[in-house]
């Protein structure tokens, strides 16, 4: 390991973790660590593209409204006028940093249409952008002098004093050696926490560590009730994993129908299925209570196979894969957790409530999704947010009033026993569940105190196993979870009305003002080291 010293220490790696410290290696040294391979991230399974205004037939007005529409009266609308004006030149930075899109035979770009947005705007790499973005931002990294880079490395906590954040504490991979680095700045880009719901779309690393690290921190919070599900991943009974079906396939044509292939969407919203995705999602909800049925179905039996091949040819792989013949057979899909909206509070800078400390990407809340995400715009804040963040550290780093140092090796108690990891897998799985029945699409205030409660209990366990046993990734990853989980919950708790992806059928109106929820200091400080 390099013993260096770093103006900037970036946590993640996935849209927003890369192109800030892309950015900010053209002025400072960079070290980005990240807990698993390199383009392990939500970043890498982003299917449907980045939301972006590239021609005359939209506008930037349009693509603002369309997302302020989605957010239910929760918005920013100065974040969201941010990043809808400056989504065409990011699009433009990656395509200079050898991102593909696809283009038309005329040499304009493809563009998609989404749920939720009024006009075809969607900019993508077929049925992968994200695979795209993720594997030319790794590229740029790997190849940058200014940046190094330590995988396989979980960042366990951060350093904070006097509600600065002085740097970040580090499980070294396979010893019981503890690394500390005190760069000038540290930017959490660690992504979002759908691995805290039974059934989510994220990769297994989206354990919320960010979100939890920045509250045990002191940090402000908001909105952490806001978790949007998405409303279609595939329904199968054999797969291990959860497989999107992108919005983009709805916005190809495809239509919602139930097992008799009729269409139901035109009971719920004038956009059919096309609707924002939390009222599609409660419309599947309910017409899966209404059948029985385990799923509904995407139909696209009327459409050119040669066609769907081309806008989406892993998913059409992925279906022949299950045995669905897409000429003859419908998709059946069902709702999964997809999204935080909320997260660590921050400003047009990425600024957090904390002195040197930025988030960006999913954990942060800058404001732009309010109550509901619209499709497409979380990779285009990633990369907006990520740019602010990076003009903001130039002028600190320049002004180089902040110390630095080496980094500290630390000996610490780590848990190496086997049976350890069973414990925590069964209290994961346990987790899950209580979130998915208790806190997830359709919550009661009976389910989500009851939710609390349990959640305290595990916590109390995993505190009690590390004390005797010391610490490891597994264990710290789900006290995470934890702390998210009591974040969601708590915050459900306080918000008595149903608004965009936070439905209580306990309180199903809407209040006439939107006002957030915020969380500061509430749970229980729970010190890792
Ligand atoms: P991520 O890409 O999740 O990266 C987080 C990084 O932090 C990872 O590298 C992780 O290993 C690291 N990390 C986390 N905790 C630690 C720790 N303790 N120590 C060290 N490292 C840590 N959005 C769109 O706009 N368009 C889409 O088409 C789209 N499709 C999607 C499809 C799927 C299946 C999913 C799951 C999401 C999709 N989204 C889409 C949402 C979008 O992909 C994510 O919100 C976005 O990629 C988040 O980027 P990020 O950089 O904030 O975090
Ligand atoms: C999708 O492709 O449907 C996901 C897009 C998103 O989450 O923004």
């Not at 009266?73 to 030149?89: F, T, Y």
């Not at 696809?102 to 705007?121: V, Y």
């Not at 409303?231 to 009974?237: A, G, M």
């Not at 039996?301 to 792989?317: C, G, L, S, V």
Request: aromatic share 8%.
């Amino acid at each position: 390991m390099k013993e260096e010293k770093y103006d900037m220490v970036v946590i993640g790696s996935g849209i927003a973790g890369l192109f800030y410290a892309i950015q900010c290696a053209a002025f400072s040294k960079v070290l980005i660590v990240t807990k698993g391979n390199i383009g392990e991230s939500n970043t890498m399974y982003a299917q449907g593209g980045i939301a972006a205004v590239m021609n005359d037939k939209d506008s930037i007005e349009s693509h603002v409204a369309d997302t302020l529409q989605a957010g239910d009266g929760m918005c920013d609308r100065s974040a969201v006028e941010l990043i809808a004006k400056n989504a065409r030149q990011a699009i433009s930075d990656l395509v200079n940093l050898h991102v593909h899109f696809n283009k038309t035979e005329t040499g304009d770009f493809d563009l998609h249409r989404e749920g939720g947005h009024s006009r075809a705007r969607i900019v993508h790499h077929a049925d992968a952008t994200g695979k795209e973005v993720e594997t030319r931002l790794v590229d740029a990294v790997r190849h940058h002098p200014n940046i190094t880079i330590l995988e396989n490395h979980f960042v366990v906590d951060l350093i904070v004093e006097n509600n600065t954040c002085l740097g970040v504490q580090i499980l070294h991979p396979g010893s019981s050696t503890q690394l500390n680095y005190y760069p000038k700045l540290t930017m959490l880009a660690t992504g979002g926490a759908g691995q805290i719901y039974a059934h989510n779309t994220n990769p297994s690393i989206a354990t919320g560590d960010g979100f939890a690290m920045a509250y045990r921190a002191g940090a402000c919070m908001m909105d952490m009730e806001f978790v949007q599900f998405h409303p279609t991943t595939l329904y199968s009974q054999n797969a291990k994993d959860t497989f999107l079906i992108t919005e983009a396939v709805r916005g190809f044509g495809a239509e919602l129908k139930n097992k008799a292939g009729e269409t139901f969407m035109e009971t719920y919203h004038p956009m059919k299925s096309l609707a924002p995705r939390d009222i599609v999602t409660r419309a599947i909800v309910n017409e899966m209570a209404n059948t029985g049925e385990p799923c509904v179905y995407l139909d696209l039996r009327n459409f050119d196979t040669a066609e769907i091949q081309k806008h989406f040819p892993n998913i059409y792989a992925r279906c022949r894969e299950e045995g669905l013949n897409l000429r003859t057979d419908m998709i059946p899909v069902t709702p999964a957790a997809h999204y935080m909206c909320g997260g660590i509070k921050t400003d047009v800078y990425a600024r957090t409530s904390i002195n040197n400390l930025y988030a960006c990407g999913e954990c942060a809340g800058t404001g732009v999704h309010g109550a509901n995400r619209l499709a497409s715009n979380s990779l285009l804040e990633g990369l907006v947010f990520a740019t602010t963040a990076a003009a903001d550290a130039k002028k600190i780093v320049e002004s180089d009033k902040l110390s630095e140092t080496l980094p500290v090796f630390n000996e610490g108690k780590t848990d190496t026993r086997k049976s350890g990891s069973l414990i925590y897998q069964s209290m994961k799985v346990y987790l899950q569940n209580l979130m998915w029945n208790n806190a997830g699409i359709i919550r009661t205030q009976t389910g989500l105190e009851y939710c609390l409660e349990e959640l305290e209990e595990i916590k109390t366990v995993i505190l009690s196993e590390i004390e005797q046993y010391g610490i490891s990734q597994q264990a710290v990853e789900l006290l995470n979870m934890v702390d998210c989980s009591q974040m969601v919950a708590h915050s459900a708790l306080q918000r008595k009305e149903s608004r965009g992806c936070h439905y209580r059928s306990d309180y199903p109106n809407k209040f006439g003002e939107a006002n957030h929820t915020f969380m500061q200091g509430a749970i229980k400080n729970t010190q890792v080291f």
